[in-house]
């Protein structure tokens, strides 16, 4: 004997039921078959929905009653030739007028219980049989039998309980006494003592199939659905979720306990004890090879996964009994527990604190009401006395679990469980661990049950392979470059790295798009073109809102509406990396704010572009502070900008002329002053000398700027007319300079807590002299670096090596 279950999408409509009849007729040729069958997919709710809404007056229910008896109807039609629809006609108007005779009658007492709720729920599985067998007689002999007759239940209707004594003699004496090949019986609905119908609660047909294979002790038992398989994941929340081709009874028990919706929990109790090996199967793709739950254990399945799946279960609460009266005393717990009993609620994860004075519980979160008020009504004199407070209750609460065996035998589990979360700015309410070890819980905000889910996906079974979600800021030319070198990289990082980016978010300043599967890149300007206008800040909260894992901001504008948003974001944990150089460069107080940040939200704040475009300055500093060393002297040519102009500027053509050829080839900053001026240099070497640990502002930076002080008023236009006018003062420093056979270098010096930036003559025999085209050199002096400076140099500025250098901070940011 072998038993088949089919769930609500294996018989939603005649075309799946077709094939669920194909796999039964193969099925029966090997073994006697029994088949259990969901209601068609959506029907149990539509029932339930409807006679709500009769017991509230709202008369809604018949257009959704007429739709659900419309795709009975033709079901029937389309699978049952008409001579042989007779009986199956009248059974299914035999159910339609009961239901609508129940919705009548609740409608007029304005009143629903329990059993009439199981009453009403039980014509789904009742009718979809009855098609079912019908159906199959189409094709081969096959009997109906009512379950309703054979499974006895106590009379807690909604959720009864199996009297398994009576259910298995019923079952066995019937299949002694009755012959047939193939056997359809209705899943889900049993009956009491009395005969009055109940059910084994929802997702109860997968129990019903494990009730008759124990009670016929079946070969097997196949739980034919919609999926290939028991995944790692539920695929809804993860489409990274892979099949798990075997696991133990125990690991899918805990599994469907912890949320796991693809089989029922009560599930595997009864053909566990009797080892009877049960299949997952996808109707869809039969050939596919499913799930083996058995007991076989994880290790002997050569399973080395730590981690077996993971599972969620939302819609929770936590409710937490606190007070200094509790601690030493015993019996506090017991009664919170039998109030919990009493109101058969049940408890789906405990923690209480190692300082015994609060235990906190994960219920239902429909049960709250009832829970609190039983709970407080138990302690009222405790409450009373000041001696445990009112019950706390905390809602829109999820419970995220770890499943595996092999968990017990890896130390640091839980650690790596939640610093992953934690990184991600998860705040996990409470934890558990099953004493068997078997399972890790967390309760987290509902909210971040997805990300959670991926998130933990990716650190325990996708070590191989990290989602980056990148939303950028700004597509000018720095911008453009970075997307091409990511559209460049992608394949090169998936597989070397095992990185995947994606780039999930764009904004201009005309255009924003947003897409959590990912833009393709090819397309972006297309995609941002057809986009929704810009609106910065909606940009942001949808970023926050999204709530993605290893999010990833990316500010390539030099706009201050754009810096002032990192506080925003680093506080969700999501990581900054800026070439914007205007959050760095602020107040040393939001500078300081902005580190201290993403230290505390476990996030990143990099922007090592902000110094020398693409060159390792600011990690370098990093690395030399880090491991101990101390920075006395810094010397730098910072400007690309300025280096560009005096290295090209040699009299012949003006140096107006130099300056817009500068800003032509991309080196300048949006508005050249801020290069000429000397501010940018000021920029830099301020958040050099903080980055090596300096408290400084702009303010104490003395700027020996050689610009006439009349070409920096006005519009860009205006600056450039004005310098053509002042040649002769430009021409008079070249010439001061070549004449001492000396160079003009825009330098800073970063010295004894004091910084100077200016234009200065460097001799042949400096440091700072052989210094080409648009190159930034930095010199620093420190403990290890003492008579001869350690010097960083090469392009720094321009796009494309900009853009690499925020691309490098990118990938640094999957780092942690
Ligand atoms: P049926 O109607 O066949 O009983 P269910 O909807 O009850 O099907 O269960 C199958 C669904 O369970 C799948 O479509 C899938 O979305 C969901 N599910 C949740 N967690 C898992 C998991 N870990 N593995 C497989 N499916 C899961
Ligand atoms: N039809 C019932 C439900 O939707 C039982 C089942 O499908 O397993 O809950
Ligand atoms: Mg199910």
């Known amino acids: 004997m072998q038993v088949l279950k089919f769930g609500g999408t294996s018989v939603a409509n005649a075309e799946n039921i077709q094939k669920v009849i194909s796999i039964v007729g193969k099925a029966m040729d090997k073994d006697e078959t029994v088949v259990v069958v969901s209601a068609l997919g959506g029907v149990t709710d539509i029932l339930l929905d409807a006679i709500q809404m009769a017991s509230t007056g709202n008369q809604d229910y018949f257009s959704k009653l007429e739709l659900m008896e419309a795709r009975h109807l033709t079901c029937k039609q389309s699978l049952i030739a008409s001579e042989s629809q007779l009986e199956i006609s009248g059974i299914l108007q035999q159910a339609f007028s009961e239901i609508r005779n129940l919705c009548e009658g609740v409608s007029m007492l304005n009143e629903l219980t329990a059993r009439t709720k199981d009453k009403m729920a039980s014509y789904g599985e009742w009718m979809s049989s009855k098609i079912i067998a019908t159906a199959m007689q189409q094709h081969f002999s096959a009997a109906w039998v009512d379950a309703r007759k054979l499974i006895v239940t106590n009379s807690n209707f909604g959720s009864a309980s199996v009297n398994f004594e009576k259910t298995n003699e019923g079952i066995q004496s019937h299949f002694v006494q009755h012959k047939s090949r193939v056997w359809v019986v209705p899943g889900f609905i049993a009956a009491d003592v009395n005969g009055v119908t109940s059910t084994l609660g929802r997702g109860g047909s997968d129990y019903t199939a494990a009730i008759f294979a124990a009670a016929l002790t079946a070969t097997h038992l196949e739980i034919w659905t919609d999926v290939s398989g028991m995944m790692t994941a539920d695929p809804r929340l993860s489409t990274n979720a892979k099949i798990i081709s075997q696991i133990s009874y125990q690991e899918a028990m805990e599994l469907s306990h912890f949320g796991a919706k693809v089989i029922y929990p009560p599930t595997i109790q009864p053909v566990m004890n009797l080892k009877i090996p049960v299949w997952i199967k996808n ?31 939302n819609n929770i609460c936590l409710i937490t009994l606190e007070g200094s009266g509790m601690v030493g005393i015993p019996g506090f717990s017991k ?76 130390s640091g589990v839980s650690g790596r469980m939640f610093s992953a979360l934690g990184r991600n700015g998860i705040n996990i309410r409470a934890i558990a661990q099953g004493s068997s070890e078997k399972n890790i819980s967390a309760v987290i905000q509902t909210h971040d049950v997805k990300k959670a889910i991926n998130i933990l996906h990716e650190e325990f079974f996708e070590t191989t392979f990290k989602q980056l979600n990148v939303f950028i800021a700004g597509t000018g030319n720095v911008g453009k470059k970075l997307i091409a070198q990511i559209d460049q990289q992608i394949n090169f990082l998936r597989e070397k790295l095992h990185i995947n980016i994606r780039l999930t978010g764009l904004l201009n300043s005309r255009k924003m798009v947003i897409s959590e599967s990912g833009i393709e890149i090819s397309q972006w300007e297309t995609t941002l073109q057809n986009a929704g206008d810009a609106d910065l800040t909606k940009y942001i909260e949808q970023i926050i809102e999204l709530n993605l894992r290893n999010t990833i901001f990316v500010d390539v504008t030099a706009h201050e509406p754009v810096a002032a948003m990192y506080e925003m974001l680093l506080r969700k944990s999501i990581a900054v990396v800026a070439c914007n150089k205007i959050a760095a460069a602020s107040a040393y107080k939001n500078y300081k704010k902005l580190k201290d940040l993403a230290r505390e939200f476990n996030t990143q704040f990099l922007f090592e572009t902000n110094v020398g475009a693409g060159l390792p300055v600011i990690g370098t500093i990093n690395d030399l502070i880090h491991s101990g060393d101390t920075v006395h002297k810094i010397e730098a040519v910072l400007s690309g900008t300025l280096n560009f102009v005096f290295n090209h500027y040699d009299g012949k053509s003006s140096f107006a002329s130099v ?82 056979g000396n160079k003009l270098k825009f330098v800073a010096t970063f010295e004894n807590g004091k910084a100077t930036v200016g234009l200065q003559q460097i001799h042949p025999a400096h440091n700072l002299y052989h210094l080409y085209g648009k190159d930034n050199v930095v010199l620093f002096y420190t403990d290890r670096y003492q008579d001869q400076p350690l010097v960083i140099k090469g392009a720094g500025a321009g796009a494309a090596v900009t853009a690499s250098g925020v691309f490098a901070d990118i990938i640094r940011t999957s780092k942690i």
């Open 283 to 313: 109707t869809f793709a039969p050939e596919d090879y499913g799930t083996k739950i058995s007991d076989l254990q994880t290790t002997e399945l050569g399973n080395d996964n730590i981690v077996t799946g993971i599972s969620s279960i």
């Open 335 to 410: 009664r919170l527990f039998e109030a919990l009993s009493n109101e058969k609620i049940n408890v789906i994860l405990i923690t209480q604190s190692s300082s015994e004075h609060s235990i906190s519980v994960a219920i239902d979160g429909l049960m709250a009401e009832r829970a609190v008020n039983a709970v407080n009504l138990i302690f009222t004199n405790e409450i009373a006395l000041q001696k445990v407070e009112p019950l706390k209750l905390e809602t829109n609460l999820s419970i995220v679990a770890l499943v595996g065996e092999n968990m017990r035998n890896h």
């Open 659 to 740: 300056v817009k050829q500068a800003q032509d080839e991309g080196y300048t900053e949006p508005d050249p002053r801020l290069d000429l001026g000397g501010t940018d240099v000021m920029r830099k070497i301020m958040i050099l000398a903080r980055e090596a640990g300096n408290v400084i502002e702009m303010e104490s930076i003395e700027n020996n700027s050689f610009m006439p002080e009349a070409c920096m008023q006005g519009t860009v236009d205006d600056f450039y007319a004005s310098m053509e006018g002042h040649e002769l003062h430009f021409k008079q420093l070249l010439d001061a300079a070549s004449n001492n």
